[in-house]
């Protein structure tokens, strides 16, 4: 069975920082991109960022590059998000994100909220 767990949310204040991490099994982790995406109140999903299965190559939205950086650990079965300066429209529930076959894997996500 497919599993995504996120972790790391949290309340923080504007310019702060945290990590977010998403733990996956159930599949082989190696061959597969990873995708972060946020949603905040009354917003529509978005991508945030995604890292390949094979050389790591990275993609960030226009909104987060130059602070959130993506990396997974293949030992681990884990994908981080290290999220720096963060900016009160950051503030929303981040999910990771499978796409294996016909189907689209989520976790229960993770709430981050950033203060003024």
């Known amino acids: 069975e497919v599993q995504l767990v996120e972790s790391g949310g949290g309340l923080v204040q504007a310019g702060g920082s945290l990590r977010l991490s998403c733990a996956a099994s159930?599949?082989?982790?190696?061959?597969?991109?990873i995708v972060w995406f946020r949603q905040a109140p009354g917003k529509e999903r978005e991508g945030v960022s995604c890292?390949?299965?094979?050389?790591?190559?990275?993609y960030y939205a226009d909104s987060v590059k130059g602070r959130f950086t993506i990396s997974r650990d293949n030992a681990k079965n884990t994908v981080y998000l290290q999220m720096i300066n963060l900016k009160p429209e950051d503030t929303a529930v981040y999910y990771c994100?499978?796409?294996?076959?016909?189907?689209?894997?989520w976790g229960q996500g993770t709430q981050v909220t950033v203060s003024s």
């Open positions: 994100n499978l796409h294996l076959g016909w189907y689209d894997y």
């Open positions: 159930g599949f082989t982790f190696d061959d597969y991109a």
């Open positions: 890292i390949s299965s094979s050389d790591g190559s990275t």
